[in-house]
T-cell receptor
Framework: DGGITQSPKYLFRKEGQNVTLSCEQN?????MYWYRQDPGQGLRLIYY???????QKGDIAEGYSVSREKKESFPLTVTSAQKNPTAFYLC????????????????FGPGTRLTVL | AQKITQTQPGMFVQEKEAVTLDCTYD???????LFWYKQPSSGEMIFLIY??????QNATEGRYSLNFQKARKSANLVISASQLGDSAMYFC????????????FGQGTRLTINP
């Protein structure tokens, strides 16, 4: 089945450690996104990529890093510089990079819940 | 900068009734898109409906419709004939029509459908 997978579903990290969250899609989508969601809040954009080997910072990129070496993969690393990393992380992808349409919107993976111990 | 405001933290509705979830927005972009997503307790975000700022008619998708009032900068979601499975968090979001589609989300409304 086509879709977006994120792993792991739950992740526990000790303070001071870097951790990488996986996001893979087999939809042949060009654009991919990472969002963070805190309890009772909406989503905030961390990083996005519209093409392989290129990515841009979103609204809350500090303490995070990404890579886009393959079209289907967009891993997110939460570094020790991120002061409050405990949150729910959602990856999304979108087929095109042009104008918005009703059929070309963002589709989300199931998310990874990160807890810092 | 774009901003989405959802003023209803929680809504309680009887099964089979219609419900309206409020969303107001602010943007300086001349063209933009408005979205509604549903988030069940499992956490995934499910796309429901999209409205482009230049669309002449309000968007509809099955039991979902979007009441778009451009002059008032509102984009309310209407769910007709609510079902128990509609209980979830609902998020309104917007993005510029051109470019990277960086979405800005509201804080969400928790909808509970009572039997």
């Amino acid at each position: 089945d086509g879709g977006i997978t994120q792993s792991p579903k739950y992740l526990f990290r000790k303070e001071g450690q870097n951790v990488t969250l996986s996001c893979e899609q087999n939809l042949n989508h060009d654009a991919m996104y990472w969002y963070r969601q805190d309890p009772g809040q909406g989503l905030r954009l961390i990083y996005y990529s519209q093409i392989v080997n290129d990515f841009q910072k979103g609204d809350i990129a500090e303490g995070y890093s990404v890579s886009r070496e393959k079209k289907e993969s967009f891993p997110l690393t939460v570094t020790s510089a991120q002061k409050n990393p405990t949150a729910f992380y959602l990856c999304a992808s979108r087929g095109g990079t042009g104008a918005l349409t009703s059929t070309d919107t963002q589709y989300f993976g199931p998310g990874t819940r990160l807890t810092v111990l | 900068a774009q901003k989405i405001t959802q003023t209803q933290p929680g809504m309680f509705v009887q099964e089979k009734e219609a419900v309206t979830l409020d969303c107001t927005y602010d943007t300086s972009d001349p063209s933009y898109g408005l979205f509604w997503y549903k988030q069940p307790s499992s956490g995934e975000m499910i796309f429901l409906i999209y409205q482009g700022s230049y669309d002449q008619q309000n968007a509809t998708e099955g039991r979902y419709s979007l009441n778009f009032q451009k002059a008032r900068k509102s984009a309310n979601l209407v769910i007709s004939a609510s079902q128990l499975g509609d209980s979830a968090m609902y998020f309104c979001a917007m993005g510029s029509i051109q470019g990277a589609q960086k979405l800005v989300f509201g804080q969400g409304t928790r909808l509970t459908i009572n039997p």
